[in-house]
């Protein structure tokens, strides 16, 4: 190949060759120290999309797809002057022209290149690997093919016990298959665990569910086509349907090692401490980098690297890469297990133990011979220290005088020294991103941040592995309160008392007026934040009529309709499921014709008539009650809708009713009060014409049952909702909906929806699992048991109305005239009335 | 106690007789018609005291405000308007959030049940 050489001198161009984790943050790191204007930055990339978080990959069977998982979004290669070459493979580098061709047969000159091209599965030489249902764990493209395959499998496998294989074991699991794990060595984690660790950890696991096989080798994978069953070396064999293998990394250095870089024997291109490999203009970073010896296979020495390299290019020359902490904690499986330091010191070091073979905790430290150091450690079964202990190892703190206090806990008080307070401002706390306490403090104290979020947009901190959040939210709670700032969520001026709080002083103290709960537990006379907030507790706790206590509702729920532009009322009546006769559309038709209604079909499948004057309202409801309508809500934070999509009765592609379904959830939640509106959706296949993963709850039919949905929300924020459960059947459907909505009910702040809620809450969607699905906390049966309580007290708001001439008469303008309000005025659009703007 | 102004205000009133105490709602306000005008009244019952003032908010020009919500901030009596929230003085009728326009209030007094707003004579 031909290639001119660019004019030497100056860096102008760089480019970077794959687009994962590693390259997108070299991108990010480079482009912050030089524009556009200094330098081109070019990237190719052989996978299909944008660079996504590899971490978190296993989410994307929680219903993640793959845009959450995006690093950023195409538009930020834009936005950043960042050229960005998806689907193109680079096969050659000319080092001698400084030129590099794609598989597409693009050539393109460079300065600088960049080689981050990760690493692939290690797929070890077994007779057999290439049969039909024999897969890898690392890409968004092997998750989509296993998720696939899945569905017509009983039996899965993964081959190798370490980190990762135990994950992809456990999202084998959460797909409903039995699901082993298969071990060369004598233990899971050989990496991080000893023996002993390793056998606690190995035991909790099987109570969960996943066998496990250690100390066995696969000869082959037999199966005529596709995969039958593994044999071992003893002869043995186990059927199964699926094997995942993830047996270790191997660096992607093929291209390197084309152009005559050196590599390392085992793989790795090898670099020095500024990450140079041995060409002068070719760097290496992220896991296809051998750095004395080492491949680092997690994500933020790779980051590191991305930062040395970046600032190689730009000449801040003092920075370089002298190794990294490999600490890791497993994360999803539903066992704490993590490792610090080197846990495995023999020759030097005095080992600290703690065992408890009934809970199946195991807790190990090493010191140094003379106690004063922490040299590593490992934890199963409660990894609660494991920050602690490893921000003490990180910073090279001093052990207390007994430092088994580190894992037994003191007796009494909590061991000394362990808190985000003592630990100096260098201290780092994100490593991912290399943020330290001092920078963090800094910010809370200089820029009055309060929430975890700003930080995070600030920091960037909390952004890769996650695995720092907790010391984050405790370093701003705790730096809060130094400055003297309150850290609780209270109501407003008048209550000193956060939402969750007032909800049980109302339900235990048996308290049902607003007056009554100010008298007691507030001051002054209230105002429009906590009076809402108050009505909403209180209809939640209750299921009273909210229009007896009708001067402390927002104006829709005072007069059970939405306020409009001129200060009319629209009217929604339920039409539950989106199901309805030709002969109720009639009397909607009639009704709005006679009042003079201007009439639209809703995003929430119904009919809106907007226009009523307030005064119209009863007359109008009497006719709608007495055709069989009922309050829609659509003024409340309450239930709105459950959308459903036409379903199996008619769709050709349909599994289950998903009509009947939405209606009976419908029926059973309406007028249901919570902290903010909800909304429900029920789809008869993965098509999903409901759109039920936009909503509060959604319900989507599998072949096995309904798929469970949770937390997701249109809106300006729009997010999916996330899979709480599934193939179950409509009674453990109903049975989670229960808890789930009542546990919201009850906990969330004012004006939170579900998605914000589940997003704030300590342990996100994993926590509300165990609480909703696992019970962990054994409300479930007492969740249940109140919300039937409320199901059962349910009535129509508007009917208690139309049956009541004294309710009625709230619904009038002036108190003294019948007049209506004589400054309404319409005009006419489209053939039907609109309010004449904003008044006069 | 009532201040000089206020004082000064009630007896250049003019009275007229809008409306029975049962009229109201606790702690909630209705709207009553004097001619043209639209005035707002509202029982403010936790205080023990009553208040008056153009029905008209003036965010959007929209005759609302009888339907706001009352409450006090920091001691001062006032009224939320239900389109977007606006917090007024029931006292003085001044913007609370800080913007420049502002309410007309009225005196108002009780007697023998029977509620009275007071006009500028
Ligand atoms: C009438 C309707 C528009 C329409 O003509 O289609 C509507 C109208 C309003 N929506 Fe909506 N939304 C309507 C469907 C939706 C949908 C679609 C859906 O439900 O499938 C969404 C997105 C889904 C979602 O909620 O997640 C939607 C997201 C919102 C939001 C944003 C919520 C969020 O969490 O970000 C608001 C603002 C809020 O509630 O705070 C809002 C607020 C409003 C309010 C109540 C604003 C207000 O306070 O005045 C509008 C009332 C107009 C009125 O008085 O009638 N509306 N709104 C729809 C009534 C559906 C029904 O039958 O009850
Ligand atoms: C399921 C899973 C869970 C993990 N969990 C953790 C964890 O909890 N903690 C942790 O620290 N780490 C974890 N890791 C490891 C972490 O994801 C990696 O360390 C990180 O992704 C490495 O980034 P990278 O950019 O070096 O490699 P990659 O992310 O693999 O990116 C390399 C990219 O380069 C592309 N490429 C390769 N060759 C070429 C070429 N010639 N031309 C164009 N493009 C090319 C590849 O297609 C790929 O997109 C996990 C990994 C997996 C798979
Ligand atoms: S979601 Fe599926 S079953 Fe329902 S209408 Fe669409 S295609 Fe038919
Ligand atoms: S119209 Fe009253 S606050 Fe906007």
Known sequence: MTCKKSESGKTKKVIVVGNGMVGYKFCEKLRAKAGPDRLEITVYGEEPRPAYDRVHLSEYFNGKGSEDLMMAPRSWYEENEITLHMSQLVTHIDRENRCILTHKGNRDLYDKLILATGSRAFVPPIKGTEKEGVFVYRTIEDLQAIEQYGRKCKRAAVLGGGLLGLEAAKALMDMGLKASVIEFIPRLMPRQLDKNGAAILQHKLEKLGLEVYTGRQTEEITGNGSVKSLRFSDKTDLDVDMLVISAGIRPRDELAKACGLKTGERGGIIVDDCLKTSDENIYAIGESALHQNMIYGLVAPGYEMAEVAASQIVRERDKTFTGFDMSTKLKLIGVDVASFGNPFTKDHGIPIVYEDKLKGIYKKIVVSDDGKKLLGGMLVGDAESYNSLHQRFLNDIDCPENPEVLVLGARGDAAEGDGVENLPDEAQICSCENVSKGDIVGLIEDNELTELGEIRNETKACTGCGGCTPLVKDLLNHTLERLGKSVKKTLCEHFEYTRQELYSIIKVQNITTFDDLLDEYGKGDGCEVCKPAVASILASAWNDLVIKQDTIQDTNDRFLANIQRGGTYSVIPRVPGGEITPDKLIVIGEIAKKYGLYTKITGGQRIDMLGARVDQLPDIWQELVEAGFESGHAYGKALRTVKSCVGSTWCRYGLHDSVSFALRLEKRYRGLRAPHKLKGGVSGCIRECAEARGKDFGIIATEKGWNLYVGGNGGSKPQHAMLLASDIDEETCIRYLDRYLMFYIKTAEPLNRTSTWINKMDGGLDYLKTVIVDDSLGIGAGLEEEMQKLVDAYRCEWKEVVDNTDLQKKFRHFVNSDEPDPSLKFRDYRGQKVPDGWGS | ?121
């Open chain 2, 1 to 121: 106690m009532n201040s000089v102004e206020e004082i000064k205000q009630w007896y250049k009133a003019e009275w007229y007789k809008v409306a029975h105490v049962e009229d109201f709602p606790r702690n909630g306000g209705v709207c009553i018609k004097l001619d043209n005008l639209q005035i707002a009244v509202f029982n403010f019952t936790s205080r023990d005291q009553w208040y008056a003032c153009q029905n008209l908010c003036p965010h959007k020009m929209q005759m609302i405000l009888s339907r706001g919500m009352i409450g006090d901030k920091n001691g001062i009596p006032k009224v939320a308007c239900p389109f977007h929230k606006k917090t007024f003085s029931l006292e003085t009728g001044e913007n609370l959030d800080g913007e420049d326009y502002k309410l007309t209030t009225f005196p108002v007094k009780v007697e023998n049940q029977h509620v009275y707003v007071g006009l500028p004579a």
